[in-house]
Every structure is written in C-alpha cells, then in structure tokens.
C-alpha cells in the first residue's frame, strides 16, 4: 500500500453494495486506515440517495474523504455530487482513479459492486487514497465547483 492521504475514511453503501463495503473495511483495516461505516448494514432493499446524503454530510464537515459503493457507482455518486464540497467520482479502474484525484481533487471514490470486481476495487481504491491533487492549472477549476 502506497502512503495514503487519510488515516480515516468514511464509507457506504446502499444493498447491491453492501457485500463489497464489507470487504472494503477489512481491507482499510488491513493498511492501518480508520473506517466510519455510515451503512447499511445488511443486503436488504434501501435507497442509495439516503446513504449518499449522510456520507456528503460528513465529509463536507470533517473535510474527509469518503467511499460509497452501490450497483453501478452510478446513482450514488450523482447524489452525494448534489452537496458542496464534494466531489463524488465513479472510478473503474485504476487510471480513472488516478485522474479523478489528480485533476479533479476528488474527495469520495464511487464504485460498482456489480461492474468490478473485488480484486479491482483493491486497486482502484490503493490508487485513489495514494494520488495526490495536481493543483495548479486544476486549481482555479476544482474551485468552480463549489461556486
């Protein structure tokens, strides 16, 4: 594991998510990283945007970053994109994760448990804490968001 940015990351999931949230903990716990598990906590039906709401919250308030996970990365990652601050980005592989961190200063890492697999979640996720934002050029842009 490559020197991360963060000693503590938030994480959630809705229910396609679920299995692979848990195996993310393990593995932030394997390489010494704190995890806050805002949920769920079981494989029963929920609605992503809730979990999306509670993670933004969160990391919008500790200046954190965060992992949410549901079945595409998709739905989740346009609802936690809806709070300032947080720049959520679905990330299926490892240069996607590399440029979302680079030039985009991405705060929260999206994935898809039913699009990639464990094996490649481990790297995209190595990738995304271990990247550090450009700055410069990107800079004046990231700050656009916000606006």
């Given at each position: ?26 593995l ?40 949410l ?36 200063n ?20 190595n ?21």
């Open positions: 594991m490559s020197k991360s940015l963060t000693k503590s990351i938030i994480i959630a999931s809705d229910h396609a998510g679920f299995v692979m949230k848990e195996k993310v903990k393990i932030l716990n394997k390489y010494k990283i704190k995890s806050l598990d805002l949920g769920t906590f079981s494989e029963e039906r929920v609605d992503y945007p809730d979990y999306a709401k509670k993670l933004a919250l969160l990391v919008k308030k500790k200046s954190s970053f965060g992992i996970i549901c079945g595409s990365g998709i739905g989740i990652s346009i609802a936690a994109n809806r709070f300032k601050k947080v720049r959520a980005a679905v990330c299926y592989n490892q240069i996607s994760a590399s440029l979302a961190r680079k030039h985009n991405a705060n929260v890492l999206c994935l898809g448990a039913r699009l990639i697999n464990f094996k490649n979640a481990k790297k995209i996720i990738t995304f804490i271990s990247t550090k934002f450009e700055g410069g050029r990107h800079t004046a842009r990231v700050k656009k968001l916000d606006k």
